[in-house]
């Protein structure tokens, strides 16, 4: 007889739902699943009560990674552990190898603990890959820690090397399954042991978390996922649209029971966080004109293959020219701004003007900039030298901690809000001590508002 889910759920305050599964039925409970509260969104109980019940669970809930029975040391280094830090180690050594909590939060020592243990009792070899600018940051804190070595992720998808234990920092660089570093990462991991760090799990799409859970041999078939959390359905191409979302309530409830996640308003003390919205008034030139009526043209269209490519190289000509049209307007802003600063750009030009433009001591770290000479500049500005870094949202919204700023102004704005939320917590993070003031500054009419 097949068991049946029943679903029972407790109102919380915030409008969340505590929910305890209970199952029907001669079958064995599923032991990726238990009697294991889970607490969800209102709106994500909601999704998982209609479809779930209705359905049954899919196979791949009953999947779990076995759990390492070794304690959390209590001596130095380990002494340096936060409760919550603690006690998220244990769940790691419980058989969850997703570590997504906030910004902030300190996944960094977290993994370093897990590694080291693994370390002392089984004598593993450990290799962590991480973007390239995070490398100095990783060999710095694993010092008296766990004896490592770091590639970037560029680096060991040409290649590869062998170790016991990954640990993928930044793990969303993987995201996209049918890149070459997604498969050799995904590859190496598979075949040995593996730990995934990343605040952002899902920047933009639920399409993005099969590659990381595919590293822990975990979850379904790309295509099982997709047709179930992502709406998937053929386009007018041939291809498969995997951009859409489905059974998100189900989805969460299964990620909950394989990765460890707190935000950082509950386990830390930080100080307020503001965010305030500036309206700068640039005229839009007339070559910007021409592109937005050519877009918004593509747009009221049918679309076809050859008006999708040109939809999306205007979108990166409107991006390129907004940025350039706000530069003499964020000048004479930041010539009002007080005290350290952090302003994120995307583009190189713009970044380089605005320091260029700047009167105070700055420096203008992005991707061209080596990684060693970003990180000294950075602890340069973190002892007091210097009124304001301009950074590259692409190169330095991750890894970074530059709790000595209380502002951060963002020039121009990225596409997905998950980098957002990662450039703002270089500043509002663990070790901050002044409220944090956030601006973004926009420019009516142009791709801002789009």
Request: aromatic share 10%; with cysteine; charged share 25%.
């Amino acid at each position: 007889m097949f068991f049946k889910p029943t679903l029972f759920g407790e109102r919380l305050p915030g409008g969340r739902v505590r929910v305890t599964p209970r199952w029907r039925g001669k079958r064995k409970l599923p032991s990726g699943l238990g009697l294991r509260p889970w607490i969800l969104s209102g709106e994500a109980f909601r999704s998982l009560e209609t479809n779930w019940c209705k359905k049954g669970p899919p196979p791949f809930l009953e999947e779990t990674l076995p759990p390492f029975d070794f304690p959390v040391p209590l001596e130095a280094p380990f002494d340096r552990l936060l409760p919550h830090q603690r006690e998220g180690v244990l769940s790691l050594l419980g058989g969850k190898r997703l570590l997504c909590d906030e910004m902030g939060v300190g996944k960094t020592l977290q993994a370093l603990a897990f590694a080291s243990i693994l370390q002392r009792h089984l004598s593993w070899t450990v290799g962590v890959v991480c973007p390239s600018y995070l490398k100095e940051v990783w060999r710095r804190a694993a010092e008296g820690w766990v004896e490592l070595e770091v590639h970037s992720y560029s680096l060991m998808a040409r290649r590869p090397e062998r170790y016991d234990l990954y640990v993928l920092d930044e793990a969303h660089y993987i995201k996209s399954p049918g890149s070459k570093r997604s498969k050799v990462l995904r590859k190496l991991c598979r075949k040995a042991h593996a730990l995934l760090l990343t605040g952002t799990p899902q920047k933009n799409r639920p399409n993005e978390i099969w590659s990381l859970l595919n590293a822990l041999n975990l979850g379904p078939t790309w295509g099982e996922w997709v047709r179930r959390y992502c709406d998937a359905k053929k386009n007018p191409f041939g291809g498969m649209d995997a951009r859409g979302a489905s059974l998100q309530g189900e989805m969460w409830a299964y990620l909950e029971g394989q990765m460890v996640r707190r935000r950082s308003l509950e386990v830390l003390s930080l100080p307020e966080k503001q965010r305030a919205l500036f309206h700068l008034q640039v005229p839009l030139s007339g070559k910007m004109r021409g592109k937005f009526k050519r877009w918004k043209e593509i747009n009221r269209g049918e679309l076809t293959e050859r008006t999708e490519r040109e939809r999306k190289k205007l979108i990166m000509e409107l991006y390129i020219l907004t940025g350039e049209a706000k530069i003499p307007f964020i000048a004479d802003y930041l010539g009002g701004v007080e005290g350290p600063c952090l302003v994120f750009g995307v583009h190189v030009k713009v970044l380089e003007s605005l320091g260029a433009s700047y009167k105070g001591t700055s420096w203008v770290l992005h991707g061209g900039v080596p990684a060693e000479e970003r990180q000294a500049c950075v602890d340069r500005f973190q002892a007091g030298e210097g009124e304001c870094l301009f950074l590259s949202i692409g190169a330095c919204s991750t890894g970074l901690t530059i709790t000595r700023a209380s502002r951060v102004i963002f020039a121009e704005w990225p596409f997905s809000p998950g980098d957002l939320e990662q450039a703002e917590a270089r500043a509002w993070r663990l070790g901050q001590t002044s409220k944090v003031e956030i601006t973004y500054l926009h420019a009516e009419g142009t791709l801002d508002t789009w």
